[in-house]
Each structure stands twice: as structure tokens, then as C-alpha cells.
């Protein structure tokens, strides 16, 4: 592709509308324009970027057996109705004004309604089948350029199975070739265990790329080997000091006090001998929440351990129930305080486990109730891991210090179970001629944002820096010097050649602009070998190479041009 007859309006000056290296880079380099906020329109070199992406993922795809097919972009609504998906999404699903259809922000619900008119017998499955194609999320505030559009392109495939073992083939299948892709795609990544709560799952990954551009927050141990969604991460502390001894129940008078800190320094006792006490709604019923100390409860976790929606309790009704405010609320005699207290549900984080010898509210305004032995004195429904792990903790696995990091999502794998196959009725005959529902699973991966990711973790000052693997062109050829017939003539010899070769080559033969703004355009575009013609070079039978990503210069013979590029395609 010649630059003189190229579309690739490159940009001098950073966007004041980009905040992100890649979402600047891709506008500066003529890769993508915004059509509207959240849309992009694809330049030949971003589509030529793009279209390696979408190679890679193509051939992993099909190496592990997964057929590609491609679904429709609009979907009927009832099939959304039927799965309670139109309210899940809510804001973030398009709707269309004259048709009773949707804008697909992913595929489970078609996929099901195929497999529900197709498939009939265990004896058809599994099945896996991909697309790349586009969805629509109508995200509230898109402003990381195509790292989140409301118009994007997903790798989105589906498995189908008759048992659970299937599921598990399938997941680890995808597992394996999402680490192929991603590495082939030149990204530096880490897999985090997710929170599959709400959705229903049985087991769910996600693939993240470290990055501020990012929305998730994760924890990483200090040998990256263990990593997880703050959601579910957990680490080492130790729990709660059980004494030998569990002392009477004291009532104290504690006017004012209300925060941890200030009845730990009220009572001059330590921290670990405090359960703070917080309320929250589970669906139409309450739950009290014990933590040790100032430990931060985590709604996520709160949420799978419920296995219900939960939201904090409204001020008003805390002061009905418990008799009490927010602050001088405890577990001891909560249920027998009012009829409708009898309900509440009281459970506790693990640190709390067998703890004695705890002080925590006395359900009276400024009082709080020493000496609480949570086995002698209440009865508490479970103790599950709710609290949020803080910086520098020891990571699970003994691997270090944990650090919370920012993430973006590349790609996600689902274990789905029968959630879509039972509200939309697929099902199948076992070998017991036995009706049973589809096990499905769900796997994507945001084709736009590979690359973007790509350019976050690949560039400098001056631009970008592409990996082979995803580069747009593997060469860019620069004429330097177009005054001299010399260098024009060998410049275009040197492109017939390479082009004839096979090469992928962008020519700056433009014969209009100055050596300076070519290799700054070279920098800003990034292939990986920028091939130099000047006449000083080539009057001593040369050309010059620049290698992007490390600046190196070598020097070629004119005459093993050729040789010399074939080994760096191959290397
Ligand atoms: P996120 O948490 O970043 O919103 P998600 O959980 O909504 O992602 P999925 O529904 O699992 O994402 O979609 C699969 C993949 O599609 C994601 O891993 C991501 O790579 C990509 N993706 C999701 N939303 C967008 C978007 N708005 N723009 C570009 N890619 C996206
Ligand atoms: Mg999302």
C-alpha cells in the first residue's frame, strides 16, 4: 500500500477527546475515527490490524473443533422476555422503536432457540459454535475509544453439551485456546477466577490485562500466580483469638461512640475483639453481618452467599427492627427484640469463627455489650469469607504480598449449567430416553479491545509499537530524499520486490512532505521493520533498517535486502 494514495489520515496533535494511549494512538494513526460516542469507523490500517486479530482467534477457534456461524445482530424481544434478560440488561440493551426487536449485546438466547429447534439427542452433542460478529450495549459513559464501544465486535462461542463432564471439556478446551490467543496476540495477561453470583453459573474466568484504563479491580500475588477479582479474592489473615475463658456479659455504657475506632480506644481493647455489625436487604428479608474489626464487607461475596440480590438497609428501618442506629447494632437478643425481627438471618465472617471474649453493639443507643461468646450467647447461620482483602496481605497460596491492580476484561469463559436452556425449554433425550436441559457454556473475548490492549501495553512517546502478530504491515518502507531520481527509482525496485516476495509492505513514497515528518509518521504507526532508502546509502550500495521496538539501525546490502527481511518475517 502506498502512502501517497493511502487512506490513513494520520494526526499530529493528541485528541482532547482521548484520555488513553491507545484510544490517542489509534485516532493519530489514522486507524479509527468516532463516528458517534462509543461507534467507530474502522480505517483501512485499524481493519488491517483488526483482520489479525481475527485470524488468530479464528484458527485457535477451529483448532479446538468449534464450528463458525453468524448469527443475526436483531433478535426478537420475546426471546429476551423469556429469559428475564430484558430487564437484567436494562439501560444497556438497544431497543428497536418500530419492531418488537432488540440489538443482540451477546447471543445465549439464540443460540438456545437453535439448539432448542435442532438438537434432540444426546447423540448430537457437544456442539461448539463461534462468531465474530457485532454487539450492542448501549454503555453508559463511553470514553476509552473502541475499549468500550456501544457498537463492537466479540468472538462470542457457545458450547452445548449433554453432562456436566461435557461442560467441563468444553470450558477447558476454550481455557487453552484463549491462552493460545492471547499470546500469539503478543498480550501479557493473567487469568482471575470471577464472581459467577448473580448469573447463575457454576464456574466462571476471566483473562485481564493490567491497566489504569481499567475497570476491574483485582488482586495479584506478588509471583502473579494467584490472582482473582477483589469480588472473591481472599487471603491469609488470621481469624479472631478464641480465649479459654468466655467472661459474663457486660452492658457498657458508651455515649457517642459509634465507629470501631472509637470503641476500641473507649474501651482500650484491641480491634480483633470487635464484631461490627452491618444490615443489609436479601430480597424481602434482612440479614445482620458480623465482621471483625474495621474488615470491609463485600457485597459480592455477601450476594453468593445469599444466593439473592442484596442492598443495604434503609436508616428508618434498622431503628424499627433492632431498636437501634447504625453503629450500636449486635447479634445478642436481636431476634427476640420484635415480631418481625424474629426473621433475621445473623451470619459472620470466617475470622469470626468460635470467637468469645467480642464486643459489639448492645441494640440501644450508646450501649454496646461485652464478653460475647458467639456460640453461648447467639445463633449464628453460617459463616461464610465476606470480607474484601486489603494490600499486602498474604496471597492464598503463600505466593506473597497481594496487590490491587486495575484490569480491563480481554476475554471471559462461562460456565452457564442449564439457566437459558430452561427458561427457553432446549432439551434433549439421554441415553435413558430421558428428557433432560442443554448444558451450555459462554466464551467471549472483545475483538476491538485485543487490539487496543495490544497498544497499551505496546508503544512510546512517539507511537505505536506492533507486534508481528497483529501489525498492519510487517515493513515500512520509507523513501528518503525524492528530489533524486536515484532514490525514487530504487525505492520503487525495493517495493516491487518486496510486494512481489510477499511481504506486507506500507511505501511512504510521498514525494510532498520532509524526511522528518516521514519517520515521525513511521514512529507513529509502528510496523516492526522500518526499511530506510536514502542516497547516501545506496550510493554505497545500501539500506538502512530500523528496528521500531528497540531503535536499532542496521545497515544491509542492497543486494540481500531481500534475504535479510525473509529471516526477520520468519523469526
Ligand atoms: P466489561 O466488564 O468490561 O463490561 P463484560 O463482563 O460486560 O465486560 P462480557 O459480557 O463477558 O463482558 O463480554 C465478553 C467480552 O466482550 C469481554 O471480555 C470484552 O473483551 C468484550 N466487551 C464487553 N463489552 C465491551 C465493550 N463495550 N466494548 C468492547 N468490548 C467489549
Ligand atoms: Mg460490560
Redesign the pocket.
Known amino acids: 500500500m502506498r502512502l501517497s494514495s493511502g487512506f490513513i489520515p494520520t494526526v499530529k496533535e493528541t485528541p482532547t477527546e482521548a484520555v488513553i494511549p491507545s484510544h490517542q494512538l489509534m485516532i493519530r494513526a489514522g486507524m479509527v475515527r468516532a463516528l458517534a460516542a462509543?461507534v467507530y469507523a474502522f480505517l483501512p490500517l485499524g481493519y488491517r490490524a483488526l483482520k489479525k486479530a481475527m485470524e488468530i482467534i479464528r484458527q485457535e477457534m477451529d483448532a479446538i473443533g468449534a464450528q463458525e456461524l453468524h448469527l443475526p445482530a436483531l433478535s426478537p424481544i420475546e426471546l429476551w422476555e423469556e429469559t428475564g434478560r430484558v430487564k437484567a440488561f436494562g439501560d444497556i440493551l438497544f431497543h428497536v422503536k418500530n419492531r418488537p426487536l432488540v440489538l443482540a449485546p451477546?447471543h445465549e438466547e439464540v443460540i438456545c432457540w437453535l439448539a432448542k429447534n435442532h438438537i434432540s439427542s444426546y447423540k448430537q452433542m457437544p456442539q461448539m459454535w463461534y462468531q465474530i460478529q457485532t454487539?450492542f450495549?448501549n454503555?453508559p459513559r463511553?470514553r476509552s475509544g473502541?475499549?468500550?464501544?456501544?457498537q463492537?465486535l466479540?468472538k462470542?462461542s457457545y458450547s452445548l453439551d449433554s453432562s456436566w463432564q461435557g461442560l467441563d471439556v468444553s470450558y477447558d478446551l476454550h481455557a487453552e485456546a484463549y491462552g493460545k490467543i492471547f499470546v500469539r496476540c503478543g498480550l501479557k495477561f493473567f487469568v482471575v477466577g470471577a464472581s459467577s453470583g448473580a448469573m447463575g453459573g457454576t464456574g466462571s474466568q476471566?483473562f485481564m490485562m493490567e491497566s489504569d484504563a481499567g475497570?476491574?479491580v483485582i488482586a495479584v500475588s506478588s509471583d502473579n500466580r494467584y490472582a482473582a477479582n477483589v469480588e472473591i479474592a481472599t487471603s491469609r489473615v488470621p481469624g479472631a483469638p478464641r480465649d479459654p475463658e468466655s467472661g459474663p456479659l457486660k452492658e457498657v455504657h458508651t455515649p457517642g461512640i459509634r465507629t470501631i475506632d472509637e470503641v476500641a480506644d473507649f474501651l482500650n481493647i484491641d480491634q480483633n475483639r470487635l464484631a461490627k455489625s452491618v444490615v443489609y436487604w436479601a430480597d424481602e428479608t434482612h440479614v445482620l453481618v458480623l465482621m471483625l474489626g474495621n474488615d470491609e464487607l463485600n457485597e459480592a461475596k455477601l450476594m453468593s452467599a445469599m444466593g439473592k440480590e442484596v442492598r443495604p438497609i434503609e436508616a428508618e428501618r434498622l431503628l424499627e427492627l433492632t431498636g437501634a442506629e447504625g453503629g450500636s447494632i449486635g447479634p445478642v437478643g436481636l431476634r427476640e427484640r420484635t415480631p418481625a425481627s424474629k426473621q433475621f438471618k445473623i451470619i459472620a465472617d470466617n475470622r469470626l469463627k468460635k470467637a468469645n471474649n467480642l464486643t459489639s453493639g448492645a441494640n440501644q443507643n450508646d450501649y454496646h455489650l461485652m464478653n460475647i461468646d458467639l456460640e453461648r450467647d447467639c445463633t449464628i447461620d453460617g459463616y461464610y469469607d465476606l470480607r474484601t482483602i486489603q494490600e499486602g496481605e498474604e496471597s492464598p497460596d503463600g505466593g506473597g504480598p497481594l496487590r490491587v491492580v486495575k484490569g480491563?476484561?480481554?476475554?471471559?469463559i462461562?460456565k452457564l449449567g442449564t439457566k437459558y436452556a430452561d427458561a427457553l425449554g432446549a432439551k434433549f433425550l439421554d441415553e435413558n430416553g430421558k428428557e433432560q436441559p442443554i448444558i451450555m457454556g459462554s466464551y467471549?473475548?472483545?475483538v476491538?479491545?485485543v487490539l487496543a490492549c495490544h497498544i497499551e501495553q505496546n508503544h512510546d512517546e512517539n507511537g505505536i509499537i506492533w507486534d508481528k502478530s497483529l501489525a498492519p504491515f510487517m515493513f515500512h518502507l520509507i523513501s528518503v530524499g525524492t528530489k533524486s531520481k536515484q532514490v525514487r527509482d530504487a525505492s520503487e525496485a525495493i517495493y516491487q520486490e518486496m510486494t512481489a516476495a510477499g511481504f506486507e509492505v506500507l511505501f511512504d513514497d510521498r514525494t510532498d512532505v520532509s524526511p522528518g515528518f516521514k519517520f515521525k509518521d513511521a514512529d507513529l504507526l509502528g510496523m516492526p521493520y522500518q526499511v530506510i532508502v536514502g542516497e547516501k546509502n545506496l550510493a554505497q550500495g545500501k539500506v538502512e533498517i530500523k528496528v521500531r521496538k528497540t531503535g536499532e539501525r542496521i545497515f544491509v546490502e542492497r543486494e540481500r535486502l531481500l534475504e535479510y527481511e525473509r529471516s526477520k518475517v520468519g523469526d
Open positions: 462509543g451477546t454487539k450495549r454503555e463511553p473502541v475499549l468500550r464501544g456501544r463492537f466479540m462470542d476471566e475497570e476491574d480491563v476484561e480481554l476475554g471471559h462461562f467471549g473475548i472483545g476491538e479491545r
